[in-house]
């Protein structure tokens, strides 16, 4: 049995991407931690951005899924950590730089959220290695997961922003309150990207930006 290095595992997490913004999760360095035993049991230490986080499941279960993905990978293990607190100066440089670049004079104009109907655009594609890639128009791909790719494609050009909360709200099992806040900054992201537009709202994607790139 070969030796599995915490590089590997590092390696298979950049292909894991945040549920909220599309930067692979070591980028944003959510990744504290990575300990590999003798018989290659994985055992990783990472954080979120908030400690109210609603997707804290969903980024679990997908960071135990790349670790698996590993060849010769024993048993895994994921802790969630709340120390040292997360902050943007634990990002890697090209992820600040891809936030900051979305947050530009390039951005789209600010949505009108009581008459929105967000309208996804683009396509879906699944790589070899089985992640998942929205590309937009321009020909940018954007590494996603899938609770991102349901979101996508529930923006279908007829449901208000709010009827898109109470959907995921429901899919993911969490209070409407409690994710609100990260489905309006979702759409934004989405939006920036050039993979959803509003009707009647110009659109002005940053066809500069490459997100999510491993």
Not at 100 to 129: C, F, H, S, W
Request: aromatic fraction near 4%; charged fraction near 25%; glycine fraction near 10%.
């Amino acid at each position: 049995m070969g030796t599995v290095s915490a590089k590997a595992v590092e390696d298979s997490l950049r292909q894991c991407m945040d549920p909220e913004i599309p930067i692979n999760i070591v980028d944003m360095g959510l990744i504290y931690g990575i300990d590999v035993d003798d018989a290659n049991n994985v055992n990783v230490k990472m954080t979120m951005t908030t400690r109210g986080c609603p997707l804290h499941d969903t980024l679990v279960q997908d960071a135990t899924r790349y670790i698996k993905k590993v060849g010769g990978v024993g048993e895994v293990k994921v802790d969630v950590v709340w120390e040292p607190p997360w902050s943007m100066e634990r990002m890697s440089k090209e992820a600040r730089e891809t936030l900051k670049g979305m947050g530009n004079a390039n951005t789209p104009a600010p949505i009108d959220y009581e008459r929105a109907l967000p309208q996804g655009t683009g396509k879906l594609v699944k790589q070899e290695d089985g992640s998942l890639a929205l590309i937009n128009d321009h020909d940018q791909a954007f590494m996603v997961n899938q609770a991102i790719v349901d979101f996508w494609k529930s923006c279908n050009g007829a449901r208000k922003i709010t009827e898109l909360v109470d959907l995921f709200a429901k899919s993911t099992g969490y209070e409407r309150g409690q994710i609100e806040k990260e489905v309006i900054q979702l759409i934004e992201q989405l939006r920036g990207g050039g993979l959803i537009n509003i009707a009647g709202a110009p659109d002005a994607p940053n066809v500069d930006l490459k997100l999510g790139s491993s």
